[in-house]
């Protein structure tokens, strides 16, 4: 059973940074492309950021394209959100999932495994 824990969400400032942690169980970790989205209130979940199972591809959603950075680490089963210039409106509850497939998509319904969520709150 593949679980995902995401954590490092908290209550920031605009303009602040934050980086959200997922840790992956599962030996199988490092062959999934890995996903974050997120979900702010009154509003559909969206797809963030992914990343290839090695690491060396990922794409952005525009909002967030040049301000955040997703990264793993796959010895260490975990995946990264580096999330910097925060804005109010990245105000949300951010998810990662997990992606037995190949290739890189930013469709929810494809992705196989998901934590519970972090809920991240910039303040203006």
């Known amino acids: 059973q593949v679980q995902l824990v995401e954590s490092g969400g908290g209550l920031v400032q605009a303009g602040g940074s934050l980086r959200l942690s997922c840790a992956i169980s599962?030996?199988?970790?490092?062959?999934?492309?890995m996903g974050w989205f997120r979900q702010a209130p009154g509003k559909e979940r969206e797809f963030v950021a992914v990343i290839n199972w090695s690491g060396d591809s990922t794409f952005y959603a525009d909002s967030v394209k040049g301000r955040f950075t997703i990264s793993r680490d796959n010895p260490e089963n975990t995946v990264y959100l580096q999330m910097n210039t925060l804005k109010p409106e990245d105000t949300a509850v951010y998810y990662c999932?997990?992606?037995?497939?190949?290739?890189?998509?930013?469709?929810?319904?494809?992705?196989?495994?998901w934590g519970r969520g972090t809920q991240v709150t910039v303040s203006s």
């Open positions: 599962g030996r199988t970790f490092s062959t999934y492309a």
């Open positions: 999932a997990a992606d037995r497939g190949v290739g890189l998509t930013t469709r929810q319904k494809e992705y196989d495994y």
